[in-house]
């Protein structure tokens, strides 16, 4: 059996009401969203409520899927969909711009902060400030534009495949996502110090970055959750996009396992009443 039957098996499974085809199904593109869902919002605890609500969406509409693409494919387009009109993030209610957050960096303003340490080792605030910095820096970048730079470098995925998921042909994709490299390509070169040429320096912001609460050494988001690689969460055909040495900044940094609460909220909803009756209506209808 082909893998596309396979998932259409699994598919009506979970739809006729079997939990453990629900959960195989949940299980096998939730890491996927949530990373997909970070990196659009730049906030791991907004890219846990989002998640929660995309994997929603996607038990609930679980009847539409035709297998005509993969299944991944399909709940990537549910999540784009989703994740381009949120607006219940930080960042969605407080827009940034490459100006901005260029000149926040280029203003100095990190000189004579104390030491904001809190006592905590400060390569691991270092480390902290860079994969909050990089995930906020995409923020700058608008809806669509963020989600073709997140598909292509760091979800690295074919042309062919991410241009179906944003419903344009593979060409516009692949100019846009084109466009938008050389964009990013252009701020790092100049300001970010991961570049070898940018002006700014994590380690030497990390005080800054506490002062204006960027990080919080009592919370270091990014080392409490746990790391994959991208390749373990998706599948990608043969045919991955050409990277360029400053996409490769994007591309090196880890992938994340969903967390924890967002795994709880989807099996308690499997297994509520609630949700069978959903379920119930969508197989009558």
Known sequence: MKHNEQESVLVNQAV???QEALEAILSSV???VYNL?????????????????ILIRVMTHLSSFRGQSSLSTWVFRIAVNYLKNYKKGMFAKACLSFEEYGADIASGRERDIPDNSGGVDRGLLEQELK??????????LDPQSRCIYILGTMFRLDSRIAAEILDMTPEAYRQRLSRTRKRMAAFLAEYCGLSKT?????KKRVDYAVATHRIDPAHLSFQEMEPCRMEDIVQ?????EHLDGLSQ???????YRSPQAVRDSVS??????SFQTVLAQEVSE
């Open 16 to 18: 006729q009401g079997n």
């Open 30 to 32: 939730q890491d996927m």
């Open 37 to 53: 869902s970070l990196r659009m919002l730049g906030l791991p605890q907004d890219a846990q409520d989002a998640s929660q609500e």
């Open 131 to 140: 994969l909050s910095c990089t995930n906020v820096m995409l923020q700058c």
């Open 198 to 202: 940018g002006m700014c320096s994590c």
């Open 236 to 240: 990608r055909t043969d045919a991955m």
């Open 249 to 255: 900044i994007f591309a090196q940094f880890p992938a």
């Open 268 to 273: 308690a909803l499997i297994g509520s009443r």
